[in-house]
């Protein structure tokens, strides 16, 4: 640790925001046992001891998990459902794309740091963890586990800068076209979403690759709330095409009805998909949007 | 440097601007090509902006035509800039400009009333508005004159300096003495283009004044002054009664400038108070001199006012201050007389009493020259003296001025027989004075009895060339006149009586500070100089508002403001 804060490239994570992750991790402990979950655990049914829910019965389930004196009493077909600890395994996907070096602070700082911050929080629950950088060449580490293995997490994440041009969506499916291990897990996505395909396109991706996606989208201040006006020449950072408009307060009025479009259509399809999602600016504090995460429920616990 | 002359004179050649219009519009048309270059914004995500409802394409014709829009105020923020620099105006016209001497009369007939303030403020006001008027390329020197000539302000263009100089000019006192002041300007403008004189005046000028006019400058002439209606006094004099010092006669003389017949109070004053008041009336143009006999003024100085409101307050006033009375030299003949010795005791320091002896009468007769009056007390020299001033009491004798026909006893004064009107009898009450003895007398021709006794002369006045003598029949010392204040009073009115022809209390001239030439306010409208009328002065209209080229300077600023309010906004390119 304190060649990582001697080091002078390195700049981006230093000893004080080591620091700053090791009282991150006590706060997430202190909010998740406040919540009586501090490990991760998965429900199924039956493979538990701990009864934590009922979910009805569909047709194909095992009967052995059949709540029979529920049905006896009320006449309801219910599967019991058990708490199992589980050794999981989690990749931090975070988009290293041109688009993501935009804006003030730029978005890539606050995805860096935050995806940092999720895997020390993962290494210290002994999760496995694997952390990906997708740029123009795709970066990352193999799954791991260890609170120690954190400085290799921040030493490649202080080399990664925005370069990939291509969509998120292409580049998840590059990224899975590599994995070596195909197992179930956790894929925490730090991404600003703007994928031509839409922003479902990515998640659905993972799903489809049995790893239940954690969405994290970043959009910088100065795109919510843009100051441009007249005649501009707008140069697509990623696909380098150029579009010349003439830009009116009503022209940035629509922009953002759209941009406000596009978040909610990420929400709302990972609200049906039971994905959490969390929309951050890349000027919010980092402590802040993790405990805010942590709080909300459904990240590693 | 000279080459660049007009940049700073306000008259630009046309070339000169034509090529200032020229590099300047290129300039702008290329910058503003230049600007046409958009700028370049990276954005993250394309997409997001593309079809938006608002985002015009910079290819629709609307477009196009904000950019030419753009383009012509552009130009046109170059042009107003110009025309403010240029500045087109009467310079432009009439490069050369004259070159302007502004003469302010500051006589003293020009603090007359009969303008809105007085004169010189209307003068005041006609030459800032020829300042206000004059061309750019005009230049002006402020001056005025009354006796002398004195410049008020440099040479120049600047109308606030111009403008100070005349403030400056104050009035005063003295007369306007208007070829001296040509002659000043007349070196002033030397050398220099289109001379011109613009006299601003009441036109007051004695005909001498007039008489010529400068060479080789144009003259104009701007006449003040509305009326004529004053009424001053010319002169103010005083002097002393020998009789008596607290009394003062005094001379005084008006004038009526006024085309009516006037009334005017005249009060004097002496000390401060009024002494004397009365109305004089007074023709068109009436000179009138006055003397006020008997004013009592105890001070030494006296002063005359008109209390009629006319134009012309300065000459309203005048004061003199009153000489004391000089000293005279009086000899006693004969014995000892203390009364005569204590009423020429009580003359004061105004009288040097020299003393004979009765046995050297005619030793005092060829002295007689030397004294303002020789009284021979109960003795008569043997000669009759045929000029000087002489008090006889009691004569006799062949020396007698009057010829004697004996004497008679305790003679009664006639009250019929006194004339209280002849000086020597002034302030004097002999009605019951009681006389022992007199000599009886004979008046010779033009002698004037002034008291007598029933037939019998007891005072007689004689008044020839180079001589005048009193002669009183009876010794005061037999006659109870010496205990009455007649006695003094007899005495001093003798002293004033001989001596009204010789030395005296001469009057003193009031000192007027000014001539009495500019009491005569009458306005001169048509100004002849050397036989020819002066032109009238034409004085432009002052700018009611700003220069072109301040009003195109504003407008550019203006244009500027909002284009770049314009551009920030969005609103233009």
Redesign the interface.
């Known amino acids: 640790m304190t060649a990582l804060a001697e080091s002078p490239a390195r700049r981006r994570f230093d000893e004080r925001f080591l620091r700053r992750l090791e009282t991150l991790e006590l706060a997430v402990r202190r909010a998740a046992r406040g919540q009586g979950r501090g490990i991760r655990r998965t429900r199924r049914a039956g493979a538990g001891l701990e009864l934590a829910d009922h979910r009805d019965y569909v047709p194909g389930d095992d009967l052995r998990y059949l709540d029979w004196n529920l049905y006896g009493r009320l006449d309801r077909r219910a599967l019991r459902l058990f708490e199992e600890d589980e050794d999981m395994a989690v990749d931090v996907l975070v988009d290293a794309s041109?688009?993501?070096g935009?804006?003030q602070p730029a978005k890539l700082e606050l995805a860096l740091q935050l995806g940092a911050a999720l895997a020390y929080v993962a290494l210290a629950n002994l999760d496995r963890v694997a952390v990906t950088a997708l740029g123009a060449e795709p970066r990352g580490l193999p799954r791991q586990r260890g609170k120690a293995r954190i400085l290799g997490v921040l030493g490649l994440f202080e080399e990664v800068a925005a370069t990939g041009r291509s969509p998120l969506s292409a580049s998840l499916r590059g990224f899975l076209s590599r994995r070596t291990r195909r197992g179930r897990g956790v894929a925490v996505v730090i991404s600003?979403f703007?994928d031509?395909a839409g922003p479902r396109a990515a998640l659905d991706l993972l799903r489809a690759h049995r790893l239940d996606p954690i969405a994290v989208q970043l959009t910088?201040p100065d795109?919510l709330a843009p100051v441009?006006?007249?005649?501009?020449?707008?140069?697509?950072?990623?696909?380098g095409?150029?579009?010349?408009?003439?830009?009116?307060?009503?022209?940035?009025?629509?922009?953002q009805r759209?941009?406000s479009g596009?978040r909610r259509e990420l929400e709302g399809h990972c609200r049906e998909r039971g994905i959490p999602c969390f929309s951050v600016t890349s000027d919010q504090p980092l402590d802040a949007v993790v405990l805010r995460m942590f709080r909300a429920g459904g990240l590693l616990g | 440097m000279a080459g660049l002359g007009w940049l700073f004179s306000g008259a630009v050649p046309a070339a000169a601007t034509a090529a200032l219009a020229v590099i300047a519009s290129g300039i702008i048309v290329a910058l503003y090509f230049v600007r046409l270059r958009?700028?370049?914004?990276?954005?993250?995500?394309?997409?997001?902006?593309?079809g938006?409802?608002?985002?015009?394409?910079?290819?629709r014709r609307s477009?196009r035509l904000r950019h030419w829009l753009s383009l012509l105020l552009a130009l046109s923020i170059v042009a107003a800039l110009l025309v403010g620099a240029v500045d087109p105006g009467p310079a432009a016209v009439d490069p050369t400009g004259r070159s302007w001497v502004i003469l302010i009369d500051r006589s003293a007939s020009m603090s007359a009333s009969d303008e809105v303030g007085t004169r010189l403020e209307a003068a005041r006001a006609r030459a800032r508005a020829l300042v206000r008027g004059m061309n750019p390329a005009d230049r002006a020197l402020v001056a005025s004159f009354a006796a002398e000539p004195t410049a008020e302000s440099g040479f120049g263009a600047d109308p606030a300096a111009l403008e100070r100089g005349i403030a400056a000019v104050a009035p005063t006192d003295e007369a306007g003495e208007l070829p001296r002041a040509l002659a000043f300007a007349a070196a002033v403008l030397r050398g220099r283009p289109r001379p011109t004189v613009a006299l601003i005046s009441d036109g007051g000028f004695t005909e001498d004044a007039r008489r010529a006019a400068p060479a080789g400058i144009e003259l104009r002439y701007a006449p003040v002054g509305r009326r004529g209606e004053n009424v001053a006094i010319l002169s103010l004099g005083a002097r002393r009664v020998p009789s008596d010092p607290g009394a003062v006669e005094a001379g005084v003389v008006v004038q009526s400038f006024r085309s009516a017949p006037a009334v005017v109070p005249l009060e004097i004053l002496s000390g401060g108070h009024l002494i004397d008041r009365l109305r004089v009336t007074l023709a068109p143009g009436e000179r009138r001199s006055i003397t006020l006999a008997d004013l009592f003024a105890p001070g030494a100085r006296i002063e005359a006012r008109l209390a009629a409101a006319d134009d012309l307050e300065t000459d309203d006033r005048a004061a003199a201050t009153v000489p004391p009375l000089p000293r005279r030299r009086v000899l006693r003949v004969g014995d000892a007389d203390l009364y005569l010795d204590g009423a020429l005791l009580s003359l004061g320091r105004t009288v040097v009493v020299d003393r004979l002896p009765g046995a050297e009468a005619e030793a005092a007769l060829a002295r007689a020259g030397d004294y303002d009056l020789v009284i021979f007390d109960g003795v008569t020299p043997d000669e009759q003296p045929s000029s000087g001033r002489f008090l006889y009491f009691d004569p006799r004798g062949p020396g007698s001025p009057l010829a004697t026909r004996g004497r008679i006893r305790d003679p009664v004064l006639d009250p019929a027989s006194l004339r209280a009107d002849h000086p020597l009898l002034r302030h004097l009450d002999l009605a019951d004075v009681n006389i022992a003895e007199a000599v009886r007398l004979t008046p010779g021709p033009g002698d004037r009895v002034l008291a007598g006794a029933f037939g019998a002369p007891l005072v007689i006045a004689r008044e020839r060339p180079g001589l005048r003598a009193v002669v009183v029949a009876f010794d005061p010392r037999g006659s109870d006149l010496p205990m009455r204040p007649a006695f003094p009073l007899l005495i001093a009115n003798t002293l004033a009586w001989t001596g009204v022809d010789r030395a005296g209390a001469p009057p003193s001239e009031a000192a007027l500070p000014r001539d009495p030439r500019e009491s005569d306010t009458r306005p001169i409208a048509r100004l002849e100089l050397g036989g020819r009328e002066v032109p009238a002065l034409q004085v432009a209209r002052p700018r009611r508002w700003p220069r072109a080229g301040l009003l195109a300077s504003g407008l550019a600023a203006l244009l500027l403001i909002g284009e770049w309010i314009s551009?920030h906004?969005?609103w233009t390119?």
């Not at chain 1, 095409?241 to 922009?255: C, M, Q, R």
């Not at chain 2, 958009?38 to 593309?50: I, K």
């Open positions: 041109l688009s993501m935009m804006g600003d703007y031509p910088a795109e441009l006006r007249g005649d501009l020449r707008l140069r697509d950072v990623e696909t095409e150029a579009h010349d408009l003439t830009l009116s307060a009503a022209a940035v009025a629509a922009y759209r941009l596009l | 958009r700028r370049e914004v990276p954005v993250a995500f394309a997409a997001l902006w593309l938006l409802a608002g985002a015009a394409s910079a290819l477009r551009y906004r969005r390119t």
